[in-house]
C-alpha cells in the first residue's frame, strides 16, 4: 500500500451528503443517486445495485468525496463518490461492500474531518 502525505489527505474534500433520490440504471449494476450536500445536489453513479436497493438509499446519511473530478459512467455523469467499506478483493472473503452512514440528524454538506 502506498503512503499519502497529511497534505495529499486535505485535497479531499469529504461531506456527509442525504440521498434524495436513487434509481437503477437498467441492464446494469450500478444505480443513479442524487445526494444534497446541503449548498448543492451532486449526480452520483455507483456500482453498488447488487447489494442496495434505491428504497434502501434513500434518506440515509452517506460520506461523499465532493471534490472528485467528474467522469462519466455508461453514458452518465459522476459527481463524485460516495465511500464504502469492503472492495473487490473483500468480496472474495464473503465479505459485501457496505456503504458509510452517519448516525443522528447530521446536516448536508457537514465537512467530515
Not at 449548498?39 to 447488487?50: L, V
Request: glycine share 10%; aromatic share 4%; proline share 4%.
Amino acid at each position: 500500500m502506498s503512503e499519502i502525505t497529511i497534505d495529499d489527505f486535505a485535497k479531499l474534500d469529504l461531506r456527509v451528503g442525504i440521498v434524495k433520490s436513487a434509481e437503477r440504471i437498467e441492464g446494469t449494476r450500478l444505480l443513479k443517486l442524487m445526494i444534497d450536500l446541503g449548498s448543492e445536489t451532486k449526480q452520483i453513479i455507483s456500482g453498488i445495485a447488487e447489494y442496495y436497493t434505491p428504497e434502501e438509499l434513500i434518506g440515509k446519511r452517506v460520506i461523499v468525496i465532493a471534490n472528485l473530478k467528474p467522469r462519466k459512467i455508461r453514458g452518465f455523469d459522476s459527481q463524485g463518490m460516495i465511500l464504502a467499506a469492503g472492495c473487490k478483493e473483500d468480496e472474495e472473503k464473503g465479505i459485501k461492500p457496505r456503504i458509510l452512514t452517519v448516525d443522528g440528524e447530521v446536516p448536508a454538506g457537514t465537512k467530515v474531518c
